[in-house]
């Protein structure tokens, strides 16, 4: 997730031995809340993946994966330092690791929590939480199983710590869980500022008073040396009544003194208070590895692709399928018609051989008018001297006339040619061409013939 985008959406895991739970919220800008989904389940259950997934939405409306580490697998420290910019805080924090930390700084992963107290305002103070890095790798392994990638690792107790901060002064005793053995965190609060932080680890029943007594004896001897312990302690154990039935006879007995019960924190409320400060985009303490919260955010851009790809491949297959399922329409629709045309063949075939057989008879009816028009034509211009034998159609429109004359009447048969040329019938002339009079004589007689093409064979 950029590191400029805030989430629009929280998600936190606790996770036991014996339940998990996630709460769901939704975040603004501002930093509020609103819890949307809550779920419990049994550890080796799957976390269902549109509460916890990361899909495409998520490049624009960040979702953030919070998982709580069980505060039994944690070691938290108070430690001061000179007044500095926060990531020069950090280095020099960095620096003391291996005086402060109860591991070898290879074999850890730590985080701070600045805090704002009424003390020296020459020195900043910080919780420095540390853990061991194989407890982070075999818990987050666990989340990783059952579909859960987390973005950050927090510790619940540190907001159930600060949470005191603004109530009074006093020593508070937190149990803590996820441990094997029992334990208890202890917080000296003295002006507002956080004196001590310290883990009481319990052995066996017996012991647990002599324990605790001869640890707060330490402390308090410690505080008064250094000056920031004055006057009374008041007591106060944070637990719900189950926890107080188990350990307040325990601490009255070794104090001394009257403990006063708070409630603590719901996990939910918890829950809220962190997805809000990364909504306001707060510092949190985080314990997350880089490399893994990298190799988790390239599994995210990873999952994008392929599930871009699927969907390409999906869309690429629905368009050969849409396709397939056209060309098919088209092919019945064609076949459909192949049959309609084979249906109307005969039909078709008789419709073509009606027209021929109207256009012949049109034609002979045409050619039977032509014939009477070109008879009459002739007869009406034919010259007194010369006689008609015969009337011939030739090729559709061709006719030829031929007869006889005396022999000196050649003239005439030119005469006839040029009558023929000029014949109308209703405006148009008849003939389309007349061919110039062939003729042969003797001393007998003159033997003539005209060739014509008729105008059009259309009767008008």
């Known amino acids: 997730m950029s590191a400029a985008k805030k989430p629009s959406q929280c998600n936190v895991v606790q996770q036991s031995e014996g339940q998990r739970k996630l709460w769901r919220y939704a975040v603004n800008g501002r930093g509020k809340t609103t819890l949307n989904h809550e779920l419990t389940q049994l550890p080796d259950e799957q976390l269902?993946?549109?509460?916890?997934?990361?899909?495409?939405?998520?490049?624009?409306?960040?979702?953030?994966?919070?998982?709580?580490?069980?505060?039994?697998?944690?070691?938290?420290?108070?430690?001061?330092?000179?007044?500095?910019?926060?990531?020069?805080?950090?280095?020099?924090?960095?620096?003391?690791?291996?005086?402060?930390?109860?591991?070898?700084?290879t074999q850890i992963v730590w985080s701070m929590e600045q805090l704002e107290g009424e003390g020296n305002s020459d020195m900043s103070q910080v919780i420095l939480v540390i853990a061991s890095r194989i407890e982070v790798e075999r818990f987050l392994g666990k989340l990783e199983g059952s579909g859960y990638l987390a973005d950050r690792l927090e510790v619940p107790d540190l907001h159930q710590l600060l949470s005191v901060q603004k109530l009074h002064d006093g020593v508070w005793f937190l149990p803590r869980e996820g441990g094997d053995d029992p334990a208890m965190l202890i917080a000296w609060w003295n002006d507002g500022t956080l004196r001590n932080l310290t883990v009481a680890n319990f052995g066996t029943e017996e012991n647990r008073v002599s324990e605790l007594r001869d640890q707060l004896s330490q402390v308090a001897w410690s505080g008064e040396m250094e000056g920031w312990l004055k006057g009374g302690l008041h007591f106060h154990l944070i637990g719900d009544t189950a926890t107080a039935d188990e350990w307040k006879a325990l601490l009255e007995e070794a104090t001394n003194d009257a403990v006063t019960i708070d409630e603590p924190l719901p996990d939910a409320k918890i829950a809220g208070v962190s997805a809000a400060k990364h909504g306001a985009g707060m510092a949190v303490c985080d314990l997350m590895p880089e490399e893994i919260r990298e190799n988790y955010h390239q599994k995210f851009i990873d999952g994008i692709w392929i599930k871009g790809m699927g969907t390409a491949l999906m869309l690429y297959v629905f368009g050969v399928l849409i396709y397939i399922l056209a060309l098919e329409g088209l092919k019945f629709k064609h076949n459909d018609l192949n049959q309609q045309i084979y249906a109307l063949q005969g039909t078709y075939d008789q419709a073509i051989f009606t027209?021929?057989?109207?256009?012949?008879?049109?034609?002979?009816?045409?050619?039977?008018?032509?014939?009477?028009?070109?008879?009459?034509?002739?007869?009406?211009?034919?010259?007194?001297?010369?006689?008609?034998?015969?009337?011939?159609?030739?090729?559709?429109?061709?006719?030829q006339i031929s007869g006889t004359g005396p022999p000196t009447s050649r003239n005439k048969a030119f005469d006839l040619y040029d009558r023929l040329k000029s014949v109308e019938v209703n405006g148009r002339p008849l003939f389309k061409g007349v061919d110039e009079p062939s003729s042969t004589s003797n001393q007998r007689e003159l033997r003539w013939s005209i060739s014509a093409e008729?105008?059009?064979?259309?009767?008008?």
């Open 454 to 460: 008729l105008q059009n064979l259309e009767t008008k």
């Open 355 to 399: 027209k021929e057989q109207i256009s012949i008879l049109q034609n002979q009816k045409s050619l039977k008018f032509a014939a009477l028009e070109c008879l009459k034509a002739v007869s009406a211009n034919l010259p007194s001297e010369l006689t008609l034998l015969a009337f011939d159609f030739k090729k559709g429109p061709a006719i």
């Open 48 to 105: 269902p993946d549109k509460l916890v997934g990361k899909s495409w939405g998520d490049i624009w409306h960040p979702k953030l994966n919070v998982a709580w580490l069980p505060s039994g697998k944690v070691f938290l420290r108070v430690a001061e330092f000179p007044y500095c910019e926060p990531d020069e805080l950090k280095q020099m924090a960095e620096l003391q690791l291996e005086k402060l930390s109860p591991l070898p700084v």
